[in-house]
C-alpha cells in the first residue's frame, strides 16, 4: 500500500463549524488531491497540489480551501460546514504528470 | 464538459461467469485511462490505459481501451466471491497537471 494516512477517519460535525482533514504521505509524491465520493457521483475532485504551496481548484472547490506548507501534508478545510458537504473525503498522490494516482484510506464526514 | 459514463451500472452474476464492463468518455485532451476495484475503503489501481489496442492483462482481469470509439472494457473471467466491488472508470486528461475524471462506478455482485 502506498503510505497514506489520512486523518480523522470519522467525523460527525455541525452546520456552520469549521472542518480540517488531514492527509499525509511518505512516499514524497509531488502531487497530492482531495475527492469527495457520492452516491451516483462517483468521486469528484476538489482540489489539487502540484507542489509546496502550489494549488488549484478541481471540479467542485465551493465552500473547500486547501493549504499545502510541506510536501507530506495536504490539508483539506471546510470553513462553514452544510449538510451537503457530507460525504467521503478521498485524498490520493501521484509521482507525476499522468501518473497513476494511489489513494488513501477515507473520511467520512457527516454535518448535521 | 468531461464525461464518463459506465455501464451498467450494477451487476448480479454467479461464480464461474464472466463480466464485461464499460466504460466511455468524451474528453478534452485525453491522457490516459485507468479501472480502480473499490470494496469497503479506497480505491485500488488495476490498469492504466494510453494506447488502443493493445490489452492488458492481471490473472483473471484485461482491459482494452478503443481512441477512435472512446470506449475501454473490463473483462472479469470465472469471476469469485472476492471479485464483488464497485469497479471505477477514471479518465486523465491534460494540462499541466494530471487531472481524473471519474465514473459513477459499477457495482459487481459475485453469488456464490
Known amino acids: 500500500d502506498a503510505g497514506i494516512t489520512q486523518s480523522p477517519r470519522h467525523k460527525v460535525t455541525e452546520t456552520g463549524t469549521p472542518v480540517t482533514l488531514r492527509c499525509h504521505q511518505t512516499e514524497n509524491h509531488r502531487y497530492m488531491y482531495w475527492y469527495r465520493q457520492d452516491p451516483g457521483h462517483g468521486l469528484r475532485l476538489i482540489h489539487y497540489s502540484y507542489g509546496v504551496k502550489d494549488t488549484d481548484k478541481g471540479e467542485v472547490s465551493d465552500g473547500y480551501s486547501v493549504s499545502r506548507s510541506k510536501t507530506e501534508d495536504f490539508l483539506l478545510t471546510l470553513e462553514s460546514a452544510t449538510s451537503s458537504q457530507t460525504s467521503v473525503y478521498f485524498c490520493?498522490?501521484?509521482?507525476?504528470?499522468?501518473?497513476?494516482?494511489?489513494f488513501g484510506p477515507g473520511t467520512r464526514l457527516l454535518v448535521l | 464538459e468531461d464525461k464518463v459514463v459506465q455501464s451498467p451500472l450494477s451487476l448480479v452474476v454467479h461464480e464461474g461467469d464472466t463480466v464485461t464492463l464499460n466504460c466511455s468518455y468524451e474528453?478534452?485532451?485525453?491522457?490516459?485511462l485507468l479501472w480502480y476495484k473499490q470494496e469497503k475503503k479506497a480505491p485500488t489501481f488495476l490498469f492504466m490505459l494510453?494506447?488502443?489496442?493493445i490489452e492488458k492483462k492481471s490473472g483473471r482481469l484485461s482491459s482494452i481501451l478503443d481512441k477512435k470509439e472512446l470506449f475501454s472494457i473490463l473483462n472479469i473471467t470465472a469471476t469469485q466471491t472476492g471479485d464483488s466491488a464497485v469497479y471505477l472508470c477514471?479518465?486523465?486528461?491534460?494540462?499541466?497537471?494530471?487531472?481524473?475524471?471519474f465514473g459513477a462506478g459499477t457495482r459487481l455482485t459475485v453469488k456464490p
Open positions: 477514471a479518465v486523465i486528461v491534460g494540462g499541466q497537471v494530471n487531472d481524473m475524471r
Open positions: 490520493a498522490i501521484s509521482g507525476g504528470q499522468g501518473e497513476t494516482q494511489y
Open positions: 474528453v478534452t485532451n485525453f491522457r490516459s
Open positions: 494510453t494506447s488502443s489496442g
